[in-house]
């Protein structure tokens, strides 16, 4: 399979544990994309890299929150001390650049996702 | 930063008819409108994408269209067929990050 893929897909843990996911992209993308989205919503933008630069948080971003790419390829995110608010799918994404896609497109393409609940 | 507003929430149709689902942006600096399909349990897949140098993009069934100075896209869907119930999500983008709208459920009964 040369999609997006996360592990694990599902994960329940209690309240205050830390919890870690990874993502592996599409072998040539340059991007990565961290989203959440909860039930009856749009996925929620967390952040992104470029190789293995993180360029983007979002202000929603709590401090609890971390996120990986040091090798430019795979990620990984951490939620420390996890809450129940922190339910979720949390979805990773992955594009090339638009400038070296040569399409002009920048289609980000999604993994499976990782359902996390946290009791 | 980008505020995206999509509407129906709930589209229902008979087979055959069309379906039409609406989005606004706030950020006149997006130029890349992109429509995923999720259906229930798995990942959101794009279905079309339109950039903002074009007006109208179709790909058999669907079509997208981009009004620009009323920064408004509209997603099309003609002779609709009950594989096509899922929920529909709108999305814009200036350069990296998407902003979602929140979606629109839609179901087409035979």
């Known amino acids: 399979d040369t999609g997006v893929s996360q592990d694990p897909r599902h994960k329940i843990t209690k309240r205050g544990q830390n919890v870690t996911f990874r993502c592996d992209p599409i072998?040539?993308?340059?991007?990565l994309y961290w989203y959440r989205q909860t039930l009856g919503q749009g996925p929620e933008f967390l952040t992104y890299?470029?190789?293995?630069?993180?360029?983007?948080k979002s202000r929603l971003l709590s401090d609890r929150f971390s996120a990986e790419r040091p090798k430019g390829s795979f990620s990984t995110l951490e939620i420390q001390r996890t809450e129940q608010g922190d339910s979720a799918m949390y979805l990773c994404?992955?594009?090339?650049?638009?400038?070296?896609?040569?399409?002009?497109?920048?289609?980000?393409?999604f993994g499976p996702g990782t359902r996390l609940l946290v009791l | 930063g980008e505020n995206v507003e999509q509407h129906p929430s709930t589209l229902s149709v008979q087979e055959g008819d069309s379906a039409v689902i609406k989005c606004t942006y706030s950020?006149?600096?997006?130029?890349?409108f992109p429509w995923y399909k999720q259906e229930l349990g798995k990942r959101p897949q794009l279905i079309i994408d339109?950039?903002?140098?074009?007006g109208e993009k179709k790909d058999q069934r669907i079509a997208v269209t981009l009004n620009k100075t009323a920064k408004h896209f509209s997603l099309h869907i003609t002779e609709t067929q009950p594989e096509d119930s899922a929920v529909y999500f709108c999305?814009?983008?200036?350069?990296?990050?998407?902003?979602f709208g929140k979606g629109t459920m839609l179901l087409v009964s035979p």
């Open positions: 339109i950039r903002s140098n074009v």
């Open positions: 999305a814009a983008t200036g350069y990296s990050t998407l902003t």
């Open positions: 072998s040539e993308h340059n991007r």
């Open positions: 890299f470029q190789n293995e630069a993180q360029l983007e």
């Open positions: 950020d006149s600096a997006s130029n890349y």
């Open positions: 994404a992955s594009s090339s650049s638009w400038w070296t896609s040569g399409s002009g497109q920048e289609t980000q393409y």
